[in-house]
């Protein structure tokens, strides 16, 4: 399934952590900070992904109805889902703010508890209810993913520096505590110097 991520600039960490979720579960996420590259045209990009959706993604807020990219966006997938009965406009709402008229009849997933709201929506995307479910189409995205896994006892599993995003750099440290005789370990960037780890 292919989903555009459509939300305002104040909500782009809850943007990013969606688009994660949605890769995650083994679809294709259209977010601009993903695609949309130094050169390239932005209407033009748009127009793209905007043509191809599956699933638009209205991460909708305050924010986003003072929005007037979202707005334009969401007039493009509401024209697409009235011509094409597959296309589907998901809102998932962070606070009070109604949603436009033309979409308020849409159940929309609540994203005041955002765990439990990322949980629903790729359930629905998905087809998987329970969290069983979802975590076995996690499990087989990730054995898709072109990605190398880095396992570190203290640690969560990492793919990429959690700081700058680079791959190669990161390299594993260990020290000892002279006076306790503790031993610490972790990984460090050399590119970014981001460093993590603890005792072991």
């Known amino acids: 399934m292919q989903c555009f991520l459509s939300y305002n600039r104040a909500d782009k960490e809850i943007a990013r952590s969606v688009g ?9 996420v259209w977010f601009d900070e993903w695609e949309i590259q130094a050169g390239d045209s932005i209407p033009g990009k748009l127009n793209e992904a905007l043509a191809a959706f599956e699933a638009y993604i209205l991460i909708w807020s305050r924010d986003a109805n003072r929005s007037n990219w979202v707005r334009q966006e969401l007039h493009t997938a509401i024209m697409r889902a009235m011509n094409d009965g597959s296309a589907k406009i998901i809102p998932c709402v962070l606070d ?3 949603l436009p008229p033309l979409i308020s009849d849409r159940r929309y997933v609540d994203f005041s508890d955002l765990h439990a709201g990322i949980a629903e929506l790729l359930g629905d995307l998905t087809g998987s209810r329970t969290r069983r ?3 076995l189409a996690v499990q087989a995205a990730l054995e898709e993913m072109d990605v190398r896994w880095i396992m570190h006892p203290c640690l969560p599993p990492m793919v990429c520096c959690p700081r700058c995003g680079e791959t190669e750099t990161l390299k594993s440290w260990e020290q000892r505590d002279p006076h306790r005789d503790d031993i610490y370990a972790g990984m460090m960037c050399t590119n970014c110097n981001w460093s993590g780890g603890g005792e072991i």
Do not use: K, V
């Open 20 to 28: 994660a979720h949605i890769t995650l579960g083994g679809m294709d």
């Open 96 to 98: 009070g703010t109604p």
């Open 133 to 135: 479910q979802r975590l």
